[in-house]
């Protein structure tokens, strides 16, 4: 299974997302959407999993929760948009993997800064896709892409969309 990752378009979707993720799967979307018409945009093209995260309206919030848990390819996947850093964790997550324990695979946005790292105290991958909007500190808007096959993620690729304010 193919996944194209991506977080913190705040209200601003590039149109190269959809020739990147042309042989996904699923779109997942790690929070701070902004404008809820980019999820319509996403559901329309691909099935999309989400968070809701901090400049997320009420309509947003409505339409995803705060923490998604679910599996995928025999891979246990736990996404939220506020996590804190591996290894100093936000009170929020720290409460839910104290409740529900580790998953294999952590997703999380909101720092813009892309971060591809294991954590060995938790035993899991931790994915950070970046921001790919154009509000925000970061200078290059990013993605990921990687597969999910057997129980293993795979053939993870950072994706460039180009410097932050240059949407084309």
């Not at 590039?14 to 980019?38: L, N």
């Not at 290894?87 to 997703?107: D, H, I, T």
């Not at 060995?120 to 990687?146: D, E, I, Q, V």
Request: hydrophobic share 35%.
């Amino acid at each position: 299974m193919k996944i194209g990752l991506l977080s913190d378009t705040h209200s601003v979707l590039d149109k190269r997302i959809f020739e990147h993720f042309k042989e996904v799967d699923e779109i997942w979307h790690a929070g701070d959407v902004g404008d809820p018409k980019i999820i319509d945009q996403l559901e329309a093209f691909k099935p999309l999993v989400g968070v809701y995260g901090n400049i997320d309206d009420t309509t947003v919030r409505q339409r995803f929760p705060e923490f998604q848990r679910f599996e995928r390819e025999g891979v246990s996947v736990l996404m939220t948009h506020i996590a804190g850093k591996p290894g100093r964790y936000s009170k929020p997550l720290s409460e839910e993997l104290k409740q529900n324990g580790a998953p294999q695979l952590f997703v999380c946005g909101h720092s813009h800064i892309l971060l591809v790292k294991f954590d060995p105290r938790y035993k899991m991958l931790w994915l950070n896709p970046g921001a790919c909007g154009n509000h925000g500190f970061h200078s290059m808007r990013t993605l990921l892409r990687f597969e999910l096959i057997k129980g293993e993620i795979k053939n993870m690729e950072i994706i460039e969309l180009g410097p932050r304010g240059k949407e084309k």
